[in-house]
C-alpha cells in the first residue's frame, strides 16, 4: 500500500528537451496536449522520469491497440530505478524470494503490465486436490539467481505476489489508521488488473474478502463469480480467515471474513489434511486469534440449491499483524509491532516460493540505505548452520556492526532498533 505519486517527465526529441510537470500530465486542462506530445514522443524519443531514484530510470510511450490512447511505462526490470513513492517504482527481486524463480516466471512486459506463470493454471481440468508438491515444492534448492530456481509460481508464491506488489508488507507512520479488510481489496486488485496469467488477466478470476454486503465489491466478486460459473473458470479467492472459534477447522467450508459475494468454498478432507500438514505455523497464530489470510484455488462454481458454491483444490495461509504486515513467527510478530509503535519505516521481504535465497526477515528503510534485521528463533543445527552463514554474508556484505539482530530463541534482550532515522 504505497503512497505514490507522479513526477515530472524529461522528454528529449532531436535538439529539443523538455520537462513536462505531474500537473500537464494529469490535469483535464491539458489533457489534449499532453496526448499530442506522446504521440510525437512514441517511437522517437527519449524519456526519463525525474523521480529521486537512482539510476537512468528510461520510460516508454505506448499505444492501446484499437485507440488512439497514449500511456508511458517503465522500461522492463527498471522498477527498482524509481524512488519508492513514484508509480513507476517496482520491486527489488533480488531483496525477497522473489528473484529465485526461473526467467519467464515473472515476466514484466513492455506496455506496464506482468506475465506471471502459474503452478496450476485457471481453466479447469483438476478434479481432485493437487499434490503435496503443489503447495510446497520439494526441488533442488532454491538460489539467489533469476535462472536456476522454481519454474511455476504456487499458490503461496502468488500471494506473496500480490502482498509485496500491493504494498501491503511494508510500513511507514504515515499509515497508521489507514488499512482495513476494503483497503486491501482495493491495492490487491490494483495489482491484479495489470497482472496476466497466462492469457488470462488475474483480476477476472480473483475474488477478495470485503467488509460490506451491499457494496460495488461484493457486487463485483459475485459478477466474477457468475461468470466463472458460466465459462468453467477457477477462481482464487483471497481473505482473511474468520475468528477462530473451536471446531472452525473442522468445518466443511472455508471458514472466512469478507465473504460477500463470494461462492460457498467447499474443503475436501484431502485438502484440510493437507493444510493441516502444510501449515500447523499459520493454524497456530489461527487459533489464537491471530489475524491469518487464506488464498485458495477453486474448481468452476457451481449453483447448488440456488446458492453459488465451488470446491477448493488448493490453498495456503499467511500470518499477519494487526496492520497486515506478513510474519513468520511470534518473535517476527513482536519485533513488527514494535517497528510500528516506534514509528519507523520498513519492509518485510517474503520468500514467495524460495528454498534458500538469502535476505533478511526486515529491512529497515529510514536510515538511507536499507538496513538487514535478522530475527533468530530457533536453535535446532540445522538452524544453526543456516544462522552462521547468514551472519558471515551480512557481515562481508555490510560489515559487522552495520545491520540488527535478535536471539529470541535464546531469550535475549530485544535490541534498539538503528536510531538516526530519516
Known sequence: MKDQRIYPVL????EQTQTYSPSFQTEAQYSQAWKKVLMMAHGKAVVRCQCLGAGEKRLSVHSRSNSDHFHLARFPDTGPEHA????????????????????????????????IKLKVGLQQRLTKAPEESDV??????????????????????????????AGLNTWSPAMEGKRNLGIVHHHLMRVAMTTYAGRVKLAQNLLIGTPGADTAQS???????????????RLVV??????????????????IAGFHGIPHLVVS??????????????????????????????????IVA??????????????????????????????????????????????????????????????????????????????????????????AQYGPGNWWSWNGAAGDQVPDFPTDHQ
Not at 513513492?85 to 503490465?113: I, W
Not at 534458500?356 to 530475527?375: H, N, Q, S, T, Y
Open 306 to 395: 440456488g446458492a453459488l458454491q465451488a470446491e477448493v483444490i488448493n490453498l495456503a495461509l499467511m500470518w499477519v499483524t494487526k496492520e497486515w504486515i506478513p510474519v513468520d513467527s511470534g518473535f517476527e510478530a513482536l519485533i513488527a509491532e514494535k517497528l510500528v509503535a516506534e514509528q519507523r519505516r520498513f519492509e518485510k521481504p517474503l520468500r514467495f516460493d524460495s528454498q534458500d535465497a538469502v535476505f533478511p526477515d526486515f529491512w529497515l528503510k529510514d536510515r538511507g540505505a536499507p538496513i538487514p534485521m535478522e530475527v533468530w528463533g530457533m536453535a535446532t543445527p540445522d538452524y544453526q548452520a543456516r544462522k552462521q552463514e547468514k551472519i558471515s554474508h551480512y557481515d
Open 84 to 115: 519508492e513513492d513514484c508509480v513507476f517504482f517496482g520491486v527489488d527481486p533480488n531483496a525477497s524470494g522473489l528473484g529465485a524463480y526461473k526467467r519467464g516466471v515473472v515476466e514484466e512486459l513492455d506496455d506496464g503490465n506482468v506475465k
Open 238 to 255: 483471497v481473505a482473511p480467515l474468520a475468528r477462530y472459534r473451536e471446531g472452525l477447522e473442522a468445518s466443511p467450508t472455508l471458514p
Open 269 to 302: 478432507d484431502e485438502v484440510r489434511e493437507l493444510w493441516q500438514q502444510r501449515y500447523a505455523r499459520e493454524l497456530g497464530a489461527w487459533f489464537t486469534a491471530q489475524p491469518t489470510i487464506v488464498i485458495a484455488q477453486t474448481d468452476a462454481p457451481t
Open 11 to 14: 522528454i528529449s526529441l532531436g
Open 136 to 165: 510446497m515444492p520439494k526441488g533442488p534448492a532454491m538460489t539467489k539467481s533469476t535462472r536456476a530456481g522454481q519454474s511455476s509460481m504456487t499458490l503461496l508464491g502468488l500471494l506473496h505476489f500480490l502482498w509485496t506488489n
Open 219 to 233: 457486487k463485483l466478486n459475485e459478477a466474477k463469480a457468475r461468470s466463472a460459473s458460466d465459462e468453467r473458470r
